[in-house]
């Protein structure tokens, strides 16, 4: 019988102690925090992916080292199944189990009882491809990833400095190589091949859309868009603005996606000309904030909820023109963060389910639909076709609406949020509908809204139900929450601890911007009281 090979680990782990003062914890992101703190993580990681690798029969198991739209100084690691999704969330605690092993010792214990408690055949070879973004962090961390994979002997691939769709790609193309489920290329230019030729074909015979200034948050996506450059030649041009990635701090830094959804306004490196479009990348670029200048240059965003819209009432049109809206049921998933003017739209044409927030509750919902469709409002979300309706499309009578749906299956990344896939598929649907930003943003009209985030020193404290839109504790918050709201005109307000950090989230819309503003600061005023917040330093704008 096959064992583990223990020395290795556990000369190779005493290189990379655990700090003894932090408690790390995988959650949706993965481990996320100070990239100077994370060594002895991506250690373990490493020793992590070969057991899940061998769990599930030698697939290959992906590890991406970033930490998406935080500061510059953070980074993180997430694991991906062999399909390109999220870790499977049973496998979460075995992940901060081994992480928070005080020692090497305790490490390989815990490793001995991740073994036994999955059943894992420690014979079966192991294969990770792994890759990270451009924090300065990367390379350490990267280094101490391969000295974990070393030490459990797994095979390794490294994809290098790449964008976290690219990695979720390069994990389902590999897994199904040479199967009839492939899903492309396994190297960075199959992903560019796939996707430029699908989005080349889905502009044929269209007027050539302006150029599409693309805001690169100073992170890995402005790699990623000058290659896609050369592949998409003159058929669209892209400009490229916040693409630095050698200046110390830059990176996410008033600039990006997220800055962009919580502010609500342009980056201020940009300035946009009367009717100009205009994206933001997160720094993984898995994330996608539109936005445009009407004709008196007033800024308009285009968020996740505005995506969903566009891109589900499209693929409608195109289910039903094909003749298959029988076979066909498209859906859409949401969180509690969708603007209730989008979900009021959707609602009256197909089918919307909401889940709490989280890609893997979006992307499991989206599954148990032929075509499922999720954007969260920051952006990140994709497209989902069954095996089913693939089969359907590419079987049935030809004709233009089916050919664009057969493009638009290879133009989007169905692996996770890709934030230029997602690009090219928003800029296909507006070429084929005639339409520019004023038109997209008229399909409905946002309620005013705002997002606070309130310090907590236990934000386990908050626990929630209904898709996270009612509190359940603290007991009697969800009750004045509820008084609140009442007093607004179209007023909505629910409280949920963050995921992926010691804060609470107050979301609140009503129908004026002050109304949304003083329901916001008037919710965040009572957690803040709740949470045993003290009153010397409690932010003045909390009502």
Known sequence: MTMLPIREIQERSDRHPKPSDIKFQYGTAGFRTLGKTLDSVLFRVGVLAALRSKKLDGKTIGVMVTASHNPEPDNGVKLVDPRGEMLESSWEAHATALANAPNSVAFIAAVDEVVKATKIDLAIPARVVFARDTRPTGPQLVAALKDGLEAIKAEYRDAGVTTTPVLHYLVRTINTKGTKDSYGEDTEEGYLTKL??????????????PPLLIDCANGVGALMAERFKAYLGNIFNINLVNADLHTPGALNNSCGADFVKVNQKLPPSITLQPGQRACSLDGDADRLMYYYAD??????????????????SYIVELVKAAGLDEQIKVGVIQTAYANGSSTKYLSGRLPVKCVPT??????HAAEQYDIGVYFEANGHGTVLFSPAAQELISSHKPSTALTDLKNIIDVINQTVGDALSDAFLVEAVLAHKSFSGVEWDSMYCDLP??????????????????????????????????ELVRK??????????SGTEDVVRVYAEAATRTEADELAFRVAGLVYDEAGGDPSQRPKEFL
């Open 196 to 209: 430029s030729d699908a989005f080349k074909k889905l502009l044929a015979g269209k007027p050539t859309p």
């Open 488 to 497: 607004y005109e179209g007023g909505r307000s629910f409280v949920r601890p």
């Open 358 to 363: 989280g890609v893997k509750h979006l992307h």
């Open 295 to 312: 004709e008196r240059g007033q800024f308009h965003m285009l968020d996740g909820d505005k995506i969903t819209t566009l891109v589900a």
């Open 449 to 482: 809204n705002r997002l606070v985030k309130v310090v907590v020193s236990d934000r386990n404290a908050f626990k929630t139900e209904d898709a996270e839109r009612r509190l359940v504790s603290p007991p009697g918050l969800q009750a004045k929450v509820d």
